[in-house]
């Protein structure tokens, strides 16, 4: 059974930091794009960040660029998302995705990827 586990998540104070892990089972990541969501409180999903499967590629939407940092380690079939400097508007439920795309470099941030986990969530309070 194909299936994405997300952890890593908690609650932090401002300005700290997380990392949260995206872990695949039933299937090789190794093929395919990884996006990171989120959806805050009274919100709707919006994409975060993703990565290619080849890893050359990236992208963040803009409120959290030069902050977050995504990666992968296909070896251990699972991607990460650095969370450094969080702010209290990065809260919310985080999401990780994957899907197959045309070219091992490339990812998109706002796209309908085929499998999801069930989240985690992130709270940035003091």
């Known amino acids: 059974q194909l299936q994405l586990v997300e952890s890593g998540g908690g609650l932090v104070q401002p300005g700290g930091s997380l990392r949260l892990s995206c872990a695949a089972s039933g299937f090789t990541l190794d093929y395919y794009a990884i996006g990171w969501f989120r959806r805050a409180p009274g919100k709707g999903r919006e994409g975060v960040s993703c990565?290619?499967?080849?890893?050359?590629?990236?992208a963040y939407a803009d409120d959290v660029k030069g902050r977050f940092i995504i990666s992968r380690d296909n070896a251990k079939n699972t991607a990460y998302l650095q969370m450094n400097n969080l702010k209290p508007e990065d809260a919310g439920d985080y999401y990780c995705?994957?899907?197959?795309?045309?070219?091992?470099?490339?990812?998109?941030?706002?796209?309908?990827?085929?499998?999801w986990g069930q989240g985690t969530q992130v709270t940035v309070s003091s």
């Open positions: 990565i290619s499967s080849s890893g050359r590629s990236s």
């Open positions: 995705a994957a899907n197959m795309m045309e070219s091992e470099d490339v990812c998109f941030v706002r796209y309908e990827y085929d499998y």
